[in-house]
């Protein structure tokens, strides 16, 4: 037990840093983030992480094909954190977790 405390400590010590990383490149980003991982009950594979949540042209998904995982919101937050604040100037990346668990923020355009 004292070694999943003290994990998740530092994983959330480190959402903490690359939260406000990622709010500095880019309010809408972050916005992003918490629409798709506040949803609480995500699964992937699934249609909701496939097409994502978009805020203000910002788009926050999950894709994966290793069967079914669930994705707990703290997670879900602190690797999308992770992407945003080691990514572009816009905070737009792609990260792989677990080996199955592909995680993407990017800008769209409207037409």
Known sequence: MAFIAMASADVMGNDWSNAGKCASKNADA????????????IIIPSDYAKNGVNVGGMVAKVNGDCGWQWLPPAWCRAQFHAVCAQGGQH?????????????????VKYN
């Open 30 to 41: 972050n916005a992003a983030i918490e629409a798709f991982c506040s949803k609480g009950d």
């Open 91 to 107: 905070g737009g990346g792609y990260r792989q977790f677990n080996g199955c668990q592909n995680f993407h923020i990017m800008r």
